[in-house]
């Protein structure tokens, strides 16, 4: 008798590809004459169409390239010689390597992160062809298409006809030879992995993670070869003189960084990929993504002051205190045949947490910020203790986790509350630049999705308490706009802290960020959970999983896959809703590009030079956006997203 299993086909899958989703095989490759005759000139009415488009689509390319360069009112010398202005405004020069090691900090991370998503996805040969084509393409149309530069005098005013036209030096095509050959050179590549590979260009994936780090290693590379030019400022005769090199290679002082930048994400790379099997690797990383911003921001750029004689007198102890005493509470809490009166202690000791801002509010008592702040957290860890109730080992481990909480709440409070070392500038307000806007995007998106998390699970729990408190903020944030919410934390907030209590400009915006932010989160990611059916709870239920695993194990996994394209939208919302901060009166970048470069008279005369600069602004939003996007897109078709 045949087995009824001898008749279905069987395939082999390699380890790597285990988990991954079945995807519809691609179509073969046709030849470059027959691909363009199939989709694009298959009839007279496809022909004029591809006509008409192709003609719209050269308009709108010259026309921007004409608005950007060919106009005579451009000078995109405002824009490079105040490069270190946009990148982070009045950050003292001196000081500028905390700057580098807080980019390698971001930059080891991401190696980090890479190396434990090794397994997702990768990119055809045939499509980084089309890169290489395409680029090249853009490249030397830019290159013919651009006129010649305009003409200045020797301080670098420009020179003027008779008819008050700004005069344009003759287009020297020497002088354009780099770009011709880069153009040349993506051409070469392009050509010979199209025709070297044939039809196994589609079949051969090159990693996602080397694509990118070999893209960024070609920026840096170019930064040695190509003249972007040297601008800047120098001190002569006790006067700051501006440095105007157009036709010279990048700083040597800008040049090394980035090299080393380079060499730090390659060597973190490495470093993940020899630990991504260990357990604690991965969750020591998730932690340090979210740490790594406030350290960044409050102790590596702000340099804080310590008063060493306060943090042994007051701070240490004060810690000592809240972590002994609540871990025994905690500890406490968690024994699994408590019962109600667990969650009834938990809810006096909320009340207590309230009663300690309210009294500081009307002045009945002083009381250390940070008192405050650790009941609060207090009260939140004793509110969840009992999902963590089992045997002494996991509640060592619940007690553990309250303890590194409020060690790290209590140092960061400290360090906001110190003194800057920083000379020159206000301890508040001594970050600007794309590296605030940077910044604020980074902790607006890592702070806000665990938070979003917390409010969806809280908004779908079956305790009213939960439900009730995380609907009640979702939907009072989700019907404030944005602007509201910035001014209302900057600038009034403070009359809503107890005495003593102060929150700079700079932490006030970032938690209304996070707040507004976390608000749209939860909704996103609640959508996700009521897409796990019923069947999944119970099946968690069913082989013993506490409600922790069963979230953390088998339900959160599912609703973050099927929530990737609204979390990615709001990820770029929250990314260009940073430009907001121009408006509450913060340096960011858009400030920079609006009002600071375009009333810049000294050392160098950029009076009314606003367009440059906006333009500068839009499309280094455009590529953050843009790269957010595409990523997401890989990301649904690595998962499977729509497809199963």
């Known amino acids: 008798m045949t087995n009824a299993f001898e008749t279905i086909p069987m395939r082999?899958?390699?380890?790597?590809?285990?988990?991954?989703p079945d995807l519809p095989p691609e179509e073969p490759s046709l030849p470059p004459g027959e691909w363009l005759k199939k989709n694009l000139f298959s009839s007279v009415g496809n022909t004029i169409l591809t006509i008409l488009v192709g003609a719209l689509l050269f308009w709108a390319f010259r026309g921007l390239l004409d608005f950007a360069f060919n106009n005579a009112e451009r000078d995109w010398t405002s824009v490079a010689a105040n490069m270190r202005l946009f990148l982070t405004f009045a950050y003292p020069v001196d000081q500028y390597v905390r700057v580098w090691v807080s980019l390698a900090i971001l930059l080891s991370l991401g190696g980090f992160s890479f190396a434990l998503t090794r397994n997702i996805g990768g990119i055809t040969l045939r499509r980084i062809a089309t890169w290489f084509f395409t680029t090249g393409a853009l490249v030397l149309a830019a290159t013919l298409l651009v006129k010649g530069p305009l003409e200045r005098d020797a301080d670098g005013v420009l020179i003027f006809n008779e008819e008050n036209e700004a005069i344009r030096n003759a287009v020297v095509w020497a002088d354009r030879s780099i770009w011709f050959i880069v153009a040349a050179a993506l051409f070469a590549i392009a050509?010979?992995?199209?025709?070297?590979?044939?039809?196994?260009?589609?079949?051969?994936?090159?990693p996602t993670h080397y694509v990118l780090y070999a893209m960024f290693g070609a920026a840096v590379l170019s930064l040695f070869v190509v003249k972007y030019g040297h601008y800047g400022l120098r001190e002569a005769d006790g006067a700051l003189v501006p440095v105007m090199e157009p036709d010279s290679l990048v700083a040597r002082s800008t040049r090394i960084p980035w090299l080393v930048m380079w060499v730090v994400t390659g060597v973190a790379y490495f470093v993940g990929t020899l630990l991504r099997s260990r357990g604690?690797?991965?969750?020591?990383?998730?932690?340090?993504?979210?740490?790594?911003?406030?350290?960044?921001?409050?102790?590596?750029?702000?340099?804080?002051?310590?008063?060493?004689?306060?943090?042994?007198?007051?701070?240490?102890?004060?810690?000592?205190?809240?972590?002994?005493?609540?871990?025994?509470?905690?500890?406490?809490?968690?024994?699994?045949?408590?019962?109600?009166?667990?969650?009834?202690?938990?809810?006096?000791?909320?009340?207590?947490?309230?009663?300690?801002?309210?009294?500081?509010a009307l002045g009945w008592m002083s009381m250390l910020q940070k008192a405050r702040i650790s009941f609060v957290l207090l009260a939140m860890f004793a509110l969840v203790a009992h999902n963590f109730a089992g045997d002494r080992s996991a509640r060592l481990r619940f007690v553990g986790a309250w303890i590194a909480t409020i060690a790290i709440v209590h140092y960061f409070v400290t360090a906001i509350n110190t003194p800057s070392t920083l000379q020159g500038i206000q301890s508040d307000t001594f970050l600007g630049g794309f590296l605030f806007t940077l910044f604020a995007a980074f902790v607006g998106l890592v702070v806000s999705f665990p938070l979003g998390a917390i409010l969806a699970l809280a908004r779908t729990s079956k305790f009213p308490i939960f439900r009730i408190l995380a609907t009640t903020f979702i939907e009072v944030v989700r019907g404030i706009p944005f602007i509201t919410v910035l001014f209302f934390f900057s600038i009034m907030l403070p009359l809503f802290l107890p005495e003593g209590m102060e929150v700079g400009e700079i932490a006030g915006v970032l938690i209304g960020l996070v707040l507004f932010s976390a608000a749209y989160m939860a909704e996103n990611i609640r959508g996700g959970l009521q897409s796990i059916r019923r069947g999944q709870f119970e099946a968690a239920d069913a082989i013993g999983l506490t409600p922790t695993q069963r979230t953390g194990l088998i339900v959160m996994p599912q609703a973050l896959r099927v929530s990737i394209p609204p979390l990615v939208g709001q990820a770029i919302s929250t990314y260009k809703e940073t430009s907001l901060f121009a408006i509450i009166g913060i340096f960011d970048f858009l400030r920079i590009a609006n009002n600071v470069i375009p009333n810049q008279s000294t050392p160098i005369n950029?009076?009314?030079?606003?367009?440059?600069?906006?333009?500068?602004?839009?499309?280094?939003?455009?590529?953050?956006?843009?790269?957010?996007?595409?990523?997401s897109q890989k990301l649904e078709k690595d998962l499977g997203v729509g497809t199963r």
């Open 606 to 631: 950029f009076v009314g030079h606003k367009r440059e600069g906006l333009l500068f602004v839009s499309l280094i939003y455009f590529i953050g956006s843009y790269a957010m996007s595409k990523y």
């Open 191 to 206: 050509a010979a992995i199209w025709f070297g590979f044939g039809d196994r260009r589609r079949f051969i994936f090159i």
């Open 12 to 20: 082999v899958v390699a380890e790597e590809d285990l988990g991954k």
């Open 280 to 360: 604690w690797f991965k969750g020591l990383t998730g932690l340090s993504w979210l740490l790594a911003p406030p350290f960044i921001m409050w102790v590596i750029l702000r340099d804080p002051s310590f008063d060493w004689a306060h943090v042994w007198s007051t701070d240490i102890p004060m810690f000592a205190a809240f972590a002994i005493g609540g871990g025994a509470i905690l500890f406490w809490l968690s024994k699994p045949d408590l019962g109600e009166i667990g969650r009834i202690i938990a809810f006096g000791l909320g009340i207590v947490a309230f009663l300690s801002f309210l009294s500081g």
